[in-house]
């Protein structure tokens, strides 16, 4: 018995100059089309029949593409190197860089993570003895740690991290930085506290804000966001005998609640959170597990609640005493609901121009490169570093066409690479010369080009980029070929044009239409005045006295309206000559609308019907173009086979 594919190999829907396009052929381009197999096979015989006499079409325009020579032609070539330039690197980007930190960040962000740090700042010019003096001062503390001194009171005494010794700073008191999740940190502290135990203290970890000692204090899983309900009473003073009464309110009414009073009721009676009160003490939105914009206290409360309904007991926060009910439970994304928005996240965050400049060191190591060190030397020895950009355009070396850079097989000359310089921008550091300065513009410059160098190669060996190049050079040459064929013959023939406008003339007809005066400006002041001018006027002494008055800055306009348009203009349906709408917003526009009378039917002249005629043209003469491709191809097609598509 044959399998399926073996099956479909078998059935031919169509011969084409000799070659069979197979009912495998067709249910793989169908089902790409569709959007899966699945949805595919829901459909009708008359769908598959339309899709077969399409893709037939477009097999035998890609064959003549080929025959008349578009595949060559210069101007698409240059076009697909230039896209493929282009498009390699965020293809090599997302598969080989975002795609991976995507999903590291989905499983992090399965888990929230505790923890304290100690830190000796550096930057990345810092000194070799600043930065041996930091390492240094690190590792002594490090050794006090051992010795068992409290993580907070080192912190509290000795961490550059200036929130360490402020005891009003949000997060980082005595270095507890409280919980996080993955993305919330910079990627070096980031692997390293993930990577540490419950309860150890990491080895020396160095980011780009100097080193660190983290220590993990707890971990725990993500839990799916909640909504909430609060009633919450405000200190009303600062006596202890004002506490007491407050307190004795929120005691009655948690004890009303217990004993079964709504709380939506108490809420809105009671409730002194302006926000919540008359929504029954409902809060807007979920409120995210470890959402730091939250009040701790109160988020802690309602996420020790068990069950939905639950109340809590009162809950004291800056803001006064809360009864917290937990209403409902979220679910947690999956990977494929949070791929977007984590790839955004991923690309704002710094460590994604850490991984760029890895993929391209990368890249680099595949391919033999050189850059003439003395050359660069001597070109740039009388220039200034902080000249030297500016400068690059004007340097005229001995020998312009002379390679000063090689990649693989690859030479490039001094112009080439000035022209790339005129776009970059390396800072010059301090004790920089011109030649080094002119060296990291040319690493800058190799970078550039092993991407566009390396993407010939992927085209080669990786099939989804040599598919996504496939289609997009055969969409350049179908779009040439129907334009040299199609469009241009539709449109550079006014005689045939005008010969069927002629024979179809009754076709072509306006239908009866509402004459709209459209009077549109600001402020809404001016639109009130001239609403106000109609009562007493008519539209053309209004149109007069706009033209006349530089003080209205109000525009008039005409609009012929036959049925619906789905847009402002069905505001006016219904209403009688002479009467206007109310003032209407349409984008940043505002506006009034005003019937002015009934244009009735009649013929379009040629130049109005000119684009309908087009279209027809193009029509026949697309129909045609495929009746003799098909004809020099020696085309036959078997639609009756397709009974057998998708079983």
């Given at each position: 018995m044959l399998t399926s594919t073996a099956f479909a190999q078998d059935i031919?829907?169509?011969d084409i100059d000799g070659e069979p396009l197979t009912l495998e052929e067709f249910e793989q381009e169908y089902s790409k089309a569709i959007g899966s197999r699945t949805e595919a096979a829901d459909d009708s015989l008359a769908e598959y029949a339309d899709y077969l006499e399409r893709y037939v079409n477009f097999k035998i325009k890609l064959m003549e593409a080929h025959?008349?020579?578009?595949?060559?032609?210069?101007?698409?070539?240059?076009?697909?190197?230039?896209y493929r330039t282009s498009f390699a690197k965020p293809y090599l980007m997302d598969n080989a860089v975002?795609?991976?930190?995507?999903?590291?960040?989905?499983?992090?962000?399965?888990?929230?993570?505790?923890?304290?740090?100690?830190?000796?700042?550096?930057?990345?010019?810092?000194?070799?003895?600043?930065?041996?003096?930091?390492?240094?001062?690190?590792?002594?503390?490090?050794?006090s740690l051992a010795a068992g001194v409290s993580f907070g009171d080192l912190a509290f005494r000795h961490s550059e991290d200036?929130?360490?010794?402020?005891?009003?700073?949000?997060?980082?008191?005595?270095?507890?930085?409280?919980?996080?999740?993955?993305?919330?940190?910079?990627?070096?502290?980031?692997?390293?506290?993930?990577?540490?135990?419950?309860?150890?203290?990491?080895?020396?970890?160095?980011?780009?804000?100097?080193?660190?000692?983290?220590?993990?204090?707890?971990r725990e899983p993500t839990l799916p966001a909640r909504q909430a309900s609060h009633i919450m009473i405000r200190f009303s003073g600062d006596t202890p005998d004002d506490s007491l009464r407050t307190r004795a309110k929120i005691d009655s009414l948690k004890s009303l609640i217990d004993s079964g009073t709504s709380f939506e009721e108490i809420a809105m009676a009671h409730s002194e959170d302006p926000g919540s009160a008359d929504l029954g003490g409902s809060l807007s939105?979920?409120?995210?597990?470890?959402?730091?914009?939250?009040?701790?206290?109160?988020?802690?409360?309602?996420?020790?609640?068990?069950?939905?309904?639950?109340?809590?007991?009162?809950?004291?926060?800056?803001?006064?005493?809360?009864?917290?009910?937990?209403?409902e439970a979220s679910v947690l994304p999956t990977f494929d609901q949070e791929y977007e928005r984590l790839s955004r996240l991923v690309q704002s965050l710094p460590r994604i121009k850490t991984a760029e400049s890895e993929l391209e060191k990368f890249l680099r190591t595949l391919y033999i490169s050189s850059v003439d060190t003395l050359k660069f030397a001597r070109l740039v020895e009388e220039i200034p570093p902080d000249s030297l950009k500016a400068q690059f355009a004007l340097i005229e070396p001995a020998d312009s066409t002379a390679s000063l850079i090689t990649l693989a097989d690859s030479v490039y000359t001094f112009q080439q690479f000035a022209r790339f310089v005129s776009d970059q921008l390396i800072p010059v550091r301090t004790g920089m010369t011109s030649t080094d300065l002119a060296l990291e513009y040319a690493d800058a410059f190799l970078n550039d080009r092993v991407v566009f160098y390396h993407s010939f190669e992927l085209e080669k060996s990786d099939a989804e980029f040599q598919q996504i190049m496939?289609?997009?050079?055969?969409?350049?040459?179908?779009?040439?070929?129907?334009?040299?064929?199609?469009?241009?013959?539709?449109?550079?023939?006014?005689?045939?044009?005008?010969?069927?406008?002629e024979e179809y003339t009754e076709e072509y007809q306006w239908p009866d239409r509402f004459r709209l005066i459209e009077v549109s400006g600001s402020p809404d002041s001016l639109l009130t005045e001239a609403?106000?001018?109609?009562?007493?006027?008519?539209?053309?002494?209004?149109?007069?006295a706009i033209n006349s008055d530089s003080t209205w800055t109000l525009r008039v306009d005409t609009v012929l309206v036959a049925d619906s348009t789905n847009s402002i203009y069905d505001r006016a349906t219904g209403l009688a000559l002479g009467e206007h709408t109310e003032i209407l917003s349409d984008r940043a526009r505002r506006l009034f609308l005003y019937v002015d009378g009934m244009e009735p039917a009649r013929l379009k002249t040629f130049e109005e019907a000119k684009t309908e005629v087009m279209s027809e043209i193009q029509i026949l003469l697309e129909e045609d173009f495929h009746q003799r491709l098909r004809s020099k191809f020696k085309v036959t097609t078997f639609p009756e086979r397709l009974e057998y598509a998708f079983q």
């Open positions: 031919i829907l169509a025959d008349a020579g578009y595949f060559e032609d210069s101007e698409l070539l240059s076009e697909i190197n230039s975002i795609n991976p930190m995507v999903e590291d960040l989905y499983q992090r962000r399965q888990e929230f993570i505790h923890a304290s740090h100690l830190m000796m700042t550096l930057t990345n010019d810092s000194s070799p003895e600043d930065t041996l003096y930091a390492w240094e001062k690190i590792s002594s503390l490090q050794d200036p929130s360490a010794s402020s005891s009003n700073a949000l997060q980082g008191f005595r270095g507890n930085l409280g919980w996080f999740t993955g993305g919330q940190m910079i990627q070096a502290f980031e692997d390293a506290a993930y990577s540490t135990t419950v309860g150890e203290t990491s080895d020396i970890v160095r980011s780009a804000y100097g080193y660190h000692l983290i220590q993990v204090h707890d939105g979920l409120i995210e597990h470890h959402n730091r914009n939250i009040d701790r206290t109160f988020h802690d409360a309602l996420f020790a609640l068990d069950s939905l309904g639950q109340v809590s007991n009162v809950v004291e926060t800056p803001f006064g005493l809360h009864l917290i009910r937990y209403d496939d289609e997009f050079r055969d969409g350049l040459a179908l779009f040439a070929i129907m334009e040299d064929s199609v469009w241009n013959a539709s449109s550079e023939d006014s005689l045939a044009l005008l010969q069927h406008y609403i106000e001018f109609l009562t007493s006027a008519s539209m053309a002494d209004l149109q007069r």
